[in-house]
C-alpha cells in the first residue's frame, strides 16, 4: 500500500508532469532539428529567455497572492530606455551602475503600485493596467523619438557575452538566472516572508493571523518592480539595443509561464520550481515553433494550442493529486 501511495505521489506530481512534457517536446523537435539539444543551442534558449524566466519569479509571488500584474514590461522597459539613454549620452559608464540604477526604477515602480493595490484598495488588474501605459509613456518620454544601439551603449552590452560571474563557466545571463532562482526557493520554502506570502493568498483571514497583508501585498508588488527593472537592465545587454517597445506583451509569456507550471491564479498554490519548468516549457515552445518550419502566422495559434493542452493536463493532475490526498485521509 505504502509503494501505490508513493508511486501515486510521483506520478501524479504536477512538477513531473512538466518534466514529461518537456522532455516528450524536446525529443519531438529534435527529431525535426538533430542540432537542437547541442550544448549551445541549449545556452542560448536559456540566455535569450533569462527576461521571462526571471520576470515568472516575481509573477509567481504576485499570483501567490492572489493578484496580477501586466505594468512588467513597461516598467522593464521604462528601466531599460532610461539606462540606455544614460549610455548614449555618457552619463553614466559603468555596467554595475547601470543594473543598480535600472534596478532601484524597478522597485520605486513596483512600490507605488504596491501601495495603490494594498493600501487604496485598488484591484490590481485595474491599477497594474493604469501604470502599464504610465510606465511605458515614461519610456517614450525618456527616448524622444531616439533608441540607443550597440555603439552607444559602449561595454554595457558585453555583460550578456561575458562569462564572469561564473568564473568562465556560463554566460552572465545564466548565471543571474540561476542565482535569482535560487534566492526565491531559499526565501518561499524557509523564511517566514515566504510562509506569509502563501497564507495571505491561501487564507482570507491571514490578517487576524497576525500577518501584516498590506505590508505583505506591498513588498510583493516592489519584488516585482525590482526583477522587472533588472530585466530592463538584462534585455538592453542582451539585444545590445535599448527601445521604448521592447518586450510589449511579454508580460502574457510571463503569466503563462507560471499558469503552465501550475501556479494557481486564485493563489495560495505554486512553486518555484513549477515556475521555472514553466518558463522553460514556454522557452522550447518558442524555440521550436520555427525550427520545424511553423510560419510565423501560425505560431501564435499553434503555441496557444500547446499552452492550453498543458494547462489542461495540469488541471487534471492537480485533481489526481487532490484525490489521492483525500483517500489518504479517510485511511
Known amino acids: 500500500m505504502e509503494k501505490k501511495s508513493l508511486l501515486k505521489r510521483i506520478t501524479g506530481s504536477r512538477e513531473a508532469s512538466l518534466v514529461i512534457v518537456l522532455i516528450v ?4 523537435v529534435t527529431i525535426k532539428s538533430p542540432n537542437f539539444m547541442s ?9 535569450n ?47 554595475f551602475l547601470g543594473f543598480l540604477i535600472a534596478t532601484a526604477m524597478g522597485a520605486v515602480c513596483g512600490l507605488l503600485i504596491g501601495v495603490i493595490i494594498a493600501y487604496g484598495k485598488v484591484m490590481p488588474i ?35 557575452l561575458s562569462n564572469s560571474l561564473s568564473f568562465g563557466l556560463i554566460n552572465n545571463t545564466i548565471t543571474v538566472t540561476i542565482i535569482c532562482y535560487i534566492i526565491f526557493f531559499i526565501v518561499l520554502k ?64 510571463v503569466i503563462a509561464a507560471c499558469v503552465i507550471g501550475g501556479v494557481s491564479m486564485n493563489g495560495g498554490r505554486g512553486s518555484v520550481l513549477g515556475a521555472l ?12 515553433l520555427p525550427l520545424v518550419g511553423i510560419n510565423a502566422i501560425a505560431q501564435n ?4 494550442v500547446i499552452i492550453v493542452a498543458v494547462i489542461v493536463l ?18
Open 49 to 95: 529567455n533569462s527576461v521571462i524566466m526571471i520576470m515568472a519569479l516575481g509573477m509567481l509571488c504576485v499570483l501567490l497572492i492572489g493578484g496580477i500584474d501586466i505594468s512588467i514590461t513597461s516598467t522593464l522597459a521604462f528601466a531599460g530606455m532610461t539606462i540606455g539613454m544614460m549610455y548614449k549620452y555618457d552619463k553614466i559608464e559603468s555596467t
Open 277 to 288: 519548468l514553466g518558463a522553460l516549457v514556454l522557452s522550447v515552445i518558442s524555440k521550436a
Open 25 to 28: 517536446l524536446c525529443i519531438a
Open 126 to 160: 485595474i491599477a497594474t493596467m493604469g501604470f502599464m501605459y504610465i510606465y511605458r509613456g515614461f519610456a517614450y518620454l525618456v527616448a524622444q523619438d531616439q533608441w540607443a544601439g550597440a555603439d552607444a551603449l559602449g561595454s554595457f552590452k558585453d555583460f550578456t
Open 301 to 304: 495559434t499553434i503555441k496557444g
Open 314 to 331: 495540469n488541471v487534471l493532475t492537480q485533481r489526481m493529486m487532490d484525490r489521492a490526498n483525500l483517500e489518504n485521509r479517510e485511511m
Open 190 to 253: 524557509w523564511t517566514k516572508f515566504g510562509r506569509s506570502i502563501y497564507a495571505v493568498g491561501s487564507n482570507a483571514a491571514a490578517e487576524i493571523s497576525g500577518i501584516n497583508v498590506a505590508a505583505i501585498k506591498t513588498a510583493v508588488y516592489t519584488i516585482m518592480g525590482t526583477l522587472s527593472g533588472l530585466c530592463g537592465a538584462l534585455a538592453t545587454s542582451v539585444y545590445a539595443s535599448a527601445q521604448p517597445n521592447m518586450q510589449t506583451s511579454k508580460e502574457m509569456d
Open 39 to 47: 550544448a549551445q543551442n541549449i545556452l542560448e534558449i536559456l540566455k
